[in-house]
């Protein structure tokens, strides 16, 4: 099994390059959104029902892997829907206070990268690659990546670790304060995950999470029409 999982956690980590390098689908050209969207799901949903599927856990995606299990019991366990109020008001709070700070005129962390909306007519697109976003990176990052890590060397801690660096690294076009808050995104959206046991939970938040540079801050703040 060890051998088998380093073989396929060779395949994400290539697949995860080649979304790094492009993938073929440059966001230079044509709509940057679709092929922004067409490249992650290439990336990271394609791996993910390959690997799964040829490990025979497909049922991962909606029942947390054992091999969690000893990582998530040093955890205090709570409900998915004991967390839900909670974090997705957080997230609302977070909103508001980046509506509040963005009609002021302030940045947001990091850099904007090419899939920042240029105008309001971009705002729906905005709006679809945060939702892919989250539904296509937090299963590869928080399920995949530490799972095959796991099987690999048998510690997930370091599973999660290491997804959590390269989720940050794989936004370098942000600049190091859009890498650091990103990688601290990704460490506590794995906490999420180990306390909820619910993948859907993170997916969502990531979602939202994304909405705040895609859609809340260009749209409050001066773009052209």
């Known amino acids: 099994m060890s051998a088998g999982a380093a073989l ?31 490249r992650a799901a290439l990336a990271f949903v394609l791996p993910v029902g390959v690997a799964l599927a040829l490990l025979g856990r497909i049922e991962a995606l ?17 409900a998915p829907d004991n967390l839900v109020f909670g974090t ?55 399920l995949l990546l530490p799972l095959l890590i796991a099987l690999a060397t048998g510690n997930a801690l370091l599973g999660f670790g290491v997804a959590a660096l390269i989720f940050g690294a794989m936004h370098a076009y942000q600049g190091w304060r859009g890498v650091v ?3 601290l995104f990704g460490g ?8 909820s046991g619910a993948l859907w939970l993170v997916m969502l938040l990531h979602a939202l999470i994304d909405l705040n540079g895609l859609v809340v801050w260009p749209a409050l703040r001066p773009v052209s029409r």
């Open 181 to 183: 808050a990103t990688t």
């Open 8 to 38: 396929l956690l060779a395949g994400a980590l290539g697949a995860a390059w080649w979304f790094l390098r492009g993938g073929g689908l440059p966001l230079r050209s044509g709509n940057r959104f679709v092929r922004w969207m067409a």
């Open 188 to 195: 506590v959206m794995a906490a999420v995950y180990l306390v």
């Open 62 to 78: 909606w029942v947390m892997p054992a091999e969690f299990a000893g990582l998530r019991d040093r955890l205090p366990m709570m």
């Open 88 to 142: 997705v008001a957080g997230v609302v709070i977070g909103l508001a206070v980046a509506a509040f700070r963005a009609r002021r005129g302030a940045r947001p962390i990091g850099r904007p990268g090419a899939l920042m909306p240029r105008n309001r007519r971009e705002l729906g697109w905005g709006a679809a690659v945060a939702l892919v976003a989250g539904v296509t990176e937090e299963p590869f990052f928080r």
